[in-house]
T-cell receptor, first 115, second 117 residues
Framework: EPEVTQTPSHQVTQMGQEVILRCVPI?????FYWYRQILGQKVEFLVS????????KSEIFDDQFSVERPDGSNFTLKIRSTKLEDSAMYFC?????????????FGPGTRLTVT | AQSVAQPEDQVNVAEGNPLTVKCTYS??????LFWYVQYPNRGLQFLLK??????LVKGSYGFEAEFNKSQTSFHLKKPSALVSDSALYFC???????????????FGKGTKLSVIP
């Protein structure tokens, strides 16, 4: 069964450093998403991406964040200058484009620790 | 704005007994509703969804959920719980009138299900 994959599984970085989280969505999916889950809290939407542009973003997704689909398979989330409060589990997800198939399939997540 | 409430932080049930994990939602239009399960150190795994049609939807691993529009609820159920069902369960909603190109899911805070042998 196709799966969303994410690398790395765990990233430790120092405050102020740039990090790039990588995702490979399911191959025939056209919509891509990033969510995050701070320890013990809700899963929160960050951004959705379709047709090589951001279709929606939340208040969390400020100028420090960016997304990119650099090739036909990868989807990345970049945090330019990490803060302590960026420590969280980051989940990538993808979904099909067809009418009723709105379920999003999630990757295993990248745990980001900012020290 | 859309929101989801899962009123129970934890649900304990004996193996073999029926289980219910509660979820209520708030949207301005009609909802698309989802249940996801998260096992330790794993991502979110899709269980089932309600889009339209029959109010009782069946999903993976013997789970089902009942959509109740008047009570704005979408409770997750299983007739006979297994120890392996122990995990964190998330309810999520998308408002179909939230705008073109808007596919974001809003999640509840999660309910930890513990099935006791």
């Amino acid at each position: 069964e196709p799966e969303v994959t994410q690398t790395p599984s765990h990233q430790v970085t120092q405050m102020g450093q740039e990090v790039i989280l990588r995702c490979v969505p399911i191959s025939n999916h056209l919509y891509f998403y990033w969510y995050r889950q701070i320890l013990g809290q809700k899963v929160e939407f960050l951004v959705s991406f379709y047709n090589n542009e951001i279709s929606e973003k939340s208040e969390i997704f400020d100028d420090q964040f960016s997304v990119e689909r650099p090739d036909g398979s990868n989807f990345t989330l970049k945090i330019r200058s990490t803060k302590l409060e960026d420590s969280a589990m980051y989940f990538c997800a993808s979904s099909e484009s067809s009418g009723s198939s709105y379920e999003q399939y999630f990757g295993p997540g990248t745990r980001l620790t900012v020290t | 704005a859309q929101s989801v409430a899962q009123p129970e932080d934890q649900v304990n049930v004996a193996e073999g007994n029926p289980l219910t994990v509660k979820c209520t939602y708030s949207v301005s239009g009609n909802p698309y509703l989802f249940w996801y399960v998260q096992y330790p150190n794993r991502g979110l795994q899709f269980l089932l969804k309600y889009i339209t049609g029959d109010n009782l939807v069946k999903g993976s691993y013997g789970f089902e959920a009942e959509f109740n529009k008047s009570q704005t609820s979408f409770h997750l159920k299983k007739p006979s719980a297994l120890v392996s069902d122990s995990a964190l369960y998330f309810c999520a909603v998308r408002d179909i009138y939230s705008g073109a190109g808007s596919y974001q899911l809003t999640f509840g805070k999660g309910t930890k299900l513990s099935v006791i042998p």
